[in-house]
């Protein structure tokens, strides 16, 4: 059951691979790992269609997540400490605004967030911690 | 059924509730208002005005497109006009900021309540985290002649509880004017949202939110509010939800609209200058027949176009979505890596619009899931030298969706629209007394777009 209020401090981006089975309870959902050269991903799919994967760096770090489904995900619980680069970073709303969605990139994080009601999409990533063969571009 | 507002039991629908771990099964169909009198054809063509909005040059935003909407306590005369409301093809559902309503205030509205007489509220969230949070209300709505009676809407900032954390996507964010809640002027830059689009699809929710499966989910959007306790999430039957305004008409012209701009010059129109129409309905009156020379697109299952192809590559939905999105005030479309080669580079004051040293022209194919293609055409110019005009009016403004083909979208925003018809038709059979889509588009189960 979702705590109001409080979000733990167990998300994922940056953190260890650990943390991956706490989304997963938190996510109600089930696991499929592919595992690959030089990365391995989690897929978490949850009942209603909710689909997150979580990118794994060979050192077990978790370099990037994206997520598909009817409801905006909870990004602290995703982000973690990066959430609060996504806030800082969030353009100031001269001229334009974003009801459909925010790009931010900056050279620690990279943070797409695109939809609308019943469909939202997105995808974040820490460039450091990528491993070197490997391209941002997997992160889909 | 309970209704324990006495002042306002005529007025009040009772909401089939489910809050916390109880499951009850699919809440049923929804359905229209039952008027099916065949009533002369009602003035169908609201006036639509592009600018910077209320805030003006200094706060507002550049392509705003904005109508006049007017508010009713349900089964009354008792009317008030809201300008200034936003114009919104790429959502679903009216909404109007508290503060706009003052000789109809919200507490004249009717209200949607549980067993407990707790009322509906709604927490909507928009693509950069920012939210409107406000309860649900029962009004009948006029647009031009046309009306819609005892519609849900959601008014926006007349409450007195805190939004649940449990809709927000980042915890009430220092970073956004008011923590990111747009729930005044200032914040939203219009009196309202006027949802006419919504992918498709009339409702804001629909089956997400009819079913306890998805009670406990980050993002859900409707709560209640007990005194005393935190609010809960809760089911909503359909014909509880925020609902297109078009849907509900009493009239013919409840299957779509067509939004009709004039051409501006590459610099853009000063503010105000340039208006255009709003008309409800296509093929069912004179003047929304479905030109022969427009060209339908449908929608597939996720209600995109299933795909565009840019220099030789397609982006498909749902990877790539898309949307024809008057409420969007640029064209937001793949991203400035993608089109570097091209000469798309980011505006250096103003990062995710595209600041070109030149004028670009674009060439992309669209392709419907009706097995139509045809090609869209448009520019993109120095995002600065737009602005650096101060008008308001553009139509070759542009910027980035995502960061890479794998999280693009194409957002069409208002630059489409200039110049063009575009109509945008609704997914047949979701409301009884829908009128049928024209020949054309009669194949287009998820609803359909044609320019």
Redesign the interface.
């Given at each position: 059951?979702?705590t109001?209020?409080t979000?733990p401090a167990w998300a994922v981006l940056g953190q260890y691979e650990s943390s991956v089975s706490v989304d997963q309870q938190y996510l109600?959902s089930e696991d499929r790992v592919q595992a690959f050269q030089a990365y391995k991903v989690h897929q978490l799919t949850?009942?209603?269609g909710?689909i997150v994967r979580e990118y794994i760096s060979p050192q077990g770090l978790v370099f990037g997540v994206t997520w598909?489904?009817?409801?905006?995900?909870?990004?602290?619980?995703l982000l973690g400490s990066y959430?609060t680069n996504?806030?800082?970073a969030?353009?100031a709303?001269?001229?334009?605004?974003?009801?459909?969605?925010?790009?931010v990139?900056t050279n620690d994080f990279?943070f797409?967030?695109?939809?609308?009601?019943?469909?939202?999409?997105?995808?974040a990533y820490v460039p450091s911690l990528i491993p070197s063969n490997v391209s941002?571009?997997v992160?889909? | 059924m309970t209704l324990r507002n006495a002042s306002k039991a005529t007025l009040g629908r009772f909401l089939a509730l489910v809050t916390g771990l109880i499951f009850l099964g699919s809440c049923g169909g929804s359905s229209s208002s039952s008027s099916s009198t065949s009533t002369p054809a009602a003035n169908n063509t609201a006036a639509l005005t592009v600018g910077f909005g209320p805030l003006g040059a200094a706060g507002g935003y550049v392509n705003g497109i904005f109508t006049s909407v007017t508010v009713c306590a349900p089964g009354t005369s008792n009317c008030e006009t809201v300008d200034n409301v936003l114009v919104d093809t790429g959502s679903a559902g009216l909404r109007i900021l508290n503060s706009a309503l003052t000789t109809v205030p919200a507490s004249s509205l009717g209200t949607i309540t549980d067993s407990n007489g707790d009322q509906l509220q709604e927490c909507v969230q928009y693509g950069d985290t920012s939210y409107s949070w406000g309860p649900m209300l029962v009004a009948d709505v006029e647009l031009a002649g046309e009306k819609a009676s005892s519609l849900p809407i959601q008014v926006i900032g007349d409450n007195s509880f805190a939004v649940p954390s449990q809709c927000l996507a980042t915890p009430v964010n220092p970073s956004l004017p008011n923590g990111g809640n747009e729930d005044t002027v200032a914040t939203l830059g219009a009196n309202g949202i006027l949802g006419l689009g919504g992918f498709g699809y009339p409702l804001d929710c629909g089956s997400y939110c009819t079913s306890s499966s998805d009670l406990t989910q980050s993002g859900y959007p409707y709560y209640v509010c007990p005194t005393g306790q935190a609010c809960s999430a809760t089911t909503v039957p359909t014909q509880d939800q925020a609902t297109n305004p078009v849907a509900a008409f009493s009239s013919a012209d409840n299957n779509g609209v067509l939004v009709t701009l004039p051409s501006i010059p590459a610099l853009g129109a000063a503010n105000g200058t340039v208006s255009g129409s709003l008309i409800f309905g296509i093929g069912t009156q004179t003047d929304n027949a479905l030109a022969t020379t427009a060209t339908v697109y449908a929608l597939d299952e996720y209600g995109d176009i299933p795909a565009f192809t840019y220099n030789g590559v397609s982006y498909t939905s749902p990877t790539n979505w898309s949307v024809l999105d008057t409420g969007s005030n640029s064209l937001e479309f793949l991203d400035a890596n993608t089109l570097a080669s091209v000469g798309i580079i980011e505006c250096a004051d103003a990062p995710g619009l595209y600041c070109p040293t030149s004028t670009i022209p674009f060439t992309v194919t669209a392709s419907g899931a009706n097995s139509t293609s045809g090609t869209i055409m448009f520019s993109i110019m120095n995002a600065d030298t737009l602005f650096n005009t101060n008008n308001a009016a553009f139509n070759d403004l542009g910027g980035d969706s995502g960061t890479s083909p794998a999280n693009d979208f194409f957002d069409f925003g208002l630059p489409f629209f200039f110049g063009r018809s575009v109509y945008i038709g609704m997914m047949p059979g979701v409301f009884t007394g829908e009128s049928s889509a024209p020949s054309g588009a009669a194949s287009a189960t998820n609803g359909y777009y044609a320019f």
């Open positions: 059951m979702l109001l209020g979000v109600r949850t009942a209603n909710t598909q489904g009817p409801f905006m995900p909870n990004m602290q619980q959430v996504l806030q800082t969030l353009p709303q001269t001229h334009v605004r974003h009801l459909r969605g925010l790009t990139k990279v797409v967030n695109s939809g609308h009601m019943r469909f939202w999409k997105g995808s941002a571009e992160v889909r | -």
